[in-house]
């Protein structure tokens, strides 16, 4: 056991916050964000890199492609692949799902933070379609005033491009596709998962789940390793260089929709 435990992988496998270690076992908080507390499962100290699955659960399911497959599907295969790849190489990661159910942004937010995590990156796959483009629409949202996310980001735009790069399809994008900054009309960050943590974060939208072609090649088995492999090599120059990346454009102003709330959060089987 770790000497200072602050995340607790359950029976079942989720992985959760602790909010206090006591005689009888760990107080967590659960992806839905209620307070438990659990006599089993496997305790874990700072993790460096958090790696969040967008969406998830049966009325958070990020866009649906034609082909019938949800966002929240593919952003799961990716995220899993990226926390395999860092941690073969030796960089501690984890995910704030590791399955099909629902988590509020301020609760992914707090997990990576109470990891003390150097950084959290969101995957995402990307709707409604804009107009074709002969290159890969990414799209990676950073926070505003963090010199540390906007690093990160132009990482994750750079390498996530080139890898998609050689897949020979037509893509849609954005005209003013890049790494960004979105805010609300309060002038904050507008999405939660940007807006939320202390740690420095960003999230990447590698492509239209909603194009039809990309859809088709998402589903590919030869797609998952190539994103994944993508975003945990800009991961791992982000920890261990001082590259800026690229992709840099000016920011937008948006109002999106409001995330999952408690009220419609059902929590995963914890091993209780
Ligand atoms: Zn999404």
Known sequence: MPTNPLGLLTTTGVPVTILAATLLGYQVLTPCGNEVLLEDGVAFGTTTVVIDPGHG???????????????????????QAVEQLLWEQGISAVVTRSGDYASPLSVRAQLADSLDAEIMVSIHHNSPSPGPSPI?????????????????????????????????????????????TVLNSRGDDAYGIIRHPQTSTALIELGYISNRAEAELQQDPMYVPVAAGAI?????????SDGEGSGFVAGRVFNPEPGVGKDVCTDPDLGR
């Not at 866009?63 to 019938?68: D, K, L, P």
């Not at 020979?168 to 890049?178: F, K, M, P, Q």
């Not at 945990?232 to 261990?240: C, F, G, V, W």
């Open 57 to 79: 659960g049966p009325v958070d399911t990020g866009a649906v492609a034609s082909t019938g497959v949800a966002e929240k599907e593919i952003n799961l295969l990716v995220a």
């Open 136 to 180: 890969p629409g990414v799209e990676v949202f950073i926070q505003a005033n963090s010199s540390t996310s906007r690093r990160l980001g132009g990482l994750l735009w750079k390498r996530a491009m080139q890898a998609l790069d050689g897949f020979d399809i037509i893509w849609v994008a954005a005209d003013d596709a890049g790494v960004m």
């Open 232 to 240: 945990a090599q800009a991961i791992s120059e982000y920890l261990q």
